[in-house]
């Protein structure tokens, strides 16, 4: 696991400053600790660091072919190097190194672009290839490691963060309206859109072609839902099981200690079982806790570990939200509004503690449906199936402006969204359901002049394209494929990359190898999701190494308290970061109207506070 920058002049063929390259890998030194390399030549300059992990002694980057022609740089794993060098062995290519850079080298070699749809693993890659004179960034299939760029003034600059890109000089800090927009409505800023509209990001499963000619993307992998294959419940177990074992066991290799980190939920669990099943020695598992029950964890945690004989190590933390804004704000490099990303950022401290890699269960929701709101979704999809549309919008749409948002209500009581959403399409539904800021309160945040620059942008627009393409009419899987082209890589694994790399850590995620993900793309969505019950077919092929209990406890989530926070822990700092001078971009009346309400208890408000503040701590860390 590293960190890698660098620039390209498209016609420019001096020499790039060392110094400047240094400047930017220094801003990314967390990423890559244990060492440090920079490649110039004529019109590029490419800048890594490193967090040793495979081939220690062998390791450095960038690295080179016999003839230095070509130069890789890779941030991530690549899992089936070993084959992939035998392969290339045979065909008369020769390692010099034991690393799976070197077989990016050479796989680019023989068989040129068509290399990286042939990698199984998690990759930021940057390629420059001197004779041809075209740099080649990469990014793996779902998006585990992040790639930025900028293409200004006839100069391309990239970077495993956006500070990279700051530091090499020449971005505006000019905001994309339109990416900041849709931060209020997600709570992330979903690619290829960054917070600066002269920055981008790599898309997963792509690749950028740069070279004077301009730069050309080509996507070399996507997942479909249209291959459902209808088998018997026993052989999607058998094939789960294989296919989770096979994802476990290659991301084992490692020549520095590895754990796991273990929540007591399903997944997280399941990659633990099935640790103990291939490894020899003991699992080191971590763990975090809460004092707050209602946010604690740590009990199941520990029974699981006991159960499977691991080596655990558990700390209960009390989140120092007032001390960790300003760090997570500068890690995160552009507004996030995940506030897991707390609980995140600790249990990796916890895990680096211990080990260097730990394995991880994100993705299990994606695929097999285990998150709540896909049920909620299917409910409402059902209830949408019985009205026409017409007496939807008439009906429910005004009934749920007028339903008052009860926060001390149980949820089932909470009718309000679920009733705008029912008023709605499938699609706008769902982007009702799972905004911060719903279609009806955006408008209201929002300047009068932030809301002119839009013109008429909606951020629904962000998901549109990917509910089309899925492959499927089914309503379920077309929702899914939405979540892990955009939920996945820009709120999930951008919260896991950027926490961990914080404390120089590499996690790795079996749930999201992609021949895992093709598995489970062509199950048929009523195995996944059956009745109320999420993850059914994968709970059921997980029933052989996991205790009842296991299976069978409520999804708790990584949360934290912060309802509570904005009226106690929070409540002075919020107030200021939040009032203390005007934002040209938000409207100050409405802030303070969900301001009081949250703090006269019969609005929870939190998600909204907590999204303008990290927003507002964004601006004062990056000055903007």
């Known amino acids: 696991m590293c960190g890698i920058c660098g ?15 240094r400047r930017m890998t220094d801003t990314i030194v967390h990423r890559g600790p244990d060492d440090d390399g920079i490649y110039t030549g004529p019109g590029i ?17 960038p690295i080179a072919n016999e003839d230095e022609t070509i130069w890789v740089m890779l941030n991530g794993e690549i899992y089936n190097y070993q084959e992939l060098r035998s392969d290339l062995l045979s065909k008369g290519h020769r390692f010099n190194t034991h690393s799976d850079t070197e077989s990016i080298v050479h796989l680019y070699e023989q068989y040129g672009e068509d290399c990286f749809r042939r990698l199984r693993g998690m990759f930021a890659i940057a390629l420059w290839d001197s004779r041809e004179r075209k740099l080649l960034l990469a990014r793996d299939r779902v998006g585990k490691k992040p790639l930025f760029y900028s293409s200004r003034n006839n100069r391309l600059v990239f970077g495993s963060e956006l500070k990279c890109l700051l530091a090499a000089g020449g971005l505006s800090r000019e905001i994309d309206p339109q990416a900041l927009s849709d931060y209020f409505s997600f709570g992330y800023i979903p690619a290829p859109k960054t917070i600066y509209r002269e920055a981008r990001k790599v898309l997963p499963g792509h690749y950028l072609v740069a070279s004077a000619d301009g730069i050309k993307e080509c996507s070399y992998w996507s997942l479909s839902f249209g291959e459902v294959e209808e088998r018997s419940e026993e052989y999607w177990c058998e094939a789960i099981r294989h296919s989770v074992c096979e994802a476990t066991r290659i991301r084992l290799m490692s020549d520095v200690p590895l754990g796991a980190f273990l929540s007591g939920g399903i997944d997280s669990s399941s990659i633990v079982a099935t640790m103990s099943s291939l490894m020899k020695r003991p699992v080191t598992t971590c763990s975090i806790g809460f004092k707050e029950q209602e946010y604690n964890e740590a009990d199941f945690a520990r029974e699981l570990a006991k159960k499977f004989g691991a080596d655990h190590h558990e700390q209960i933390v009390e989140p120092n939200a007032v001390e960790i804004l300003k760090k997570l704000a500068w890690h995160y490099d552009e507004p996030f509004a995940d506030s897991s990303a707390i609980p995140t950022y600790y249990v990796s401290w916890v895990a680096r503690q211990s080990v260097t890699v730990a394995l991880g269960g994100d993705g299990g929701d994606e695929s097999f449906a285990g998150y709540r709101r896909y049920y909620f979704d299917q409910l409402e999809n059902r209830l949408r199936s019985h009205f026409p549309s017409r007496i939807r919008r008439s009906v429910f749409g005004p009934f749920g402006r007028m339903y008052p948002p009860l926060a001390w209500a149980p949820r089932v009581f909470r009718a ?13 539904g769902y982007f009702n359901s799972i905004s911060i800021f719903r279609p009806d309160e955006k408008p209201h945040l929002l300047s009068d002049d932030f809301r002119a620059s839009l013109k008429d942008y909606d951020s629904i627009g962000v998901l549109e394209p990917y509910y089309r393409e899925a492959g499927t009419d089914d309503l379920l899987s077309r929702i899914q494929y939405v979540d892990i082209k955009t939920y996945l890589p820009d709120d999930i694994l951008a919260k896991v990359d950027r926490a961990s790399m914080a404390v120089s850590l590499e996690v790795r995620a079996p749930l999201l190898d992609h021949v895992l993900l093709e598995l489970v793309a062509r199950i048929p969505s009523k195995l996944k999701l059956r009745g109320t019950t999420g993850k059914y077919i994968f ?18 989530g990584f949360a934290v308290p912060l309802a509570r926070w904005f009226r106690k822990e929070l409540h002075d700092l919020a107030r200021e970061a939040l009032f203390s001078k005007d934002d040209p ?17 019969t609005h929870d408000r939190s ?13 004062e860390v990056f000055e903007v």
């Not at 059921?540 to 708790?556: D, F, V």
């Not at 971009?585 to 208890?601: A, F, V």
């Open 7 to 21: 620039l390209f002049d498209f016609h420019d063929q001096r020499t790039p400053s060392p110094d400047l390259l």
């Open 45 to 61: 300059g490419l800048g890594f660091r490193r967090l040793s992990i495979i081939d220690v002694a062998g390791g450095h980057q």
């Open 416 to 428: 309000r969204a679920t009733l705008q959403s029912l008023s709605r399409e499938p699609l706008e």
């Open 539 to 556: 709970k059921k092929a997980m029933s052989s190494i996991l205790p009842p209990e296991t299976l069978s406890r409520r999804k708790q």
């Open 585 to 601: 971009m938000l409207n100050r009346n409405y802030l303070q109207k969900i301001w009081k309400e949250h703090q006269s208890g």
């Open 607 to 619: 998600s909204h506070l907590w999204a303008v503040l990290m927003y507002r701590q964004w601006r």
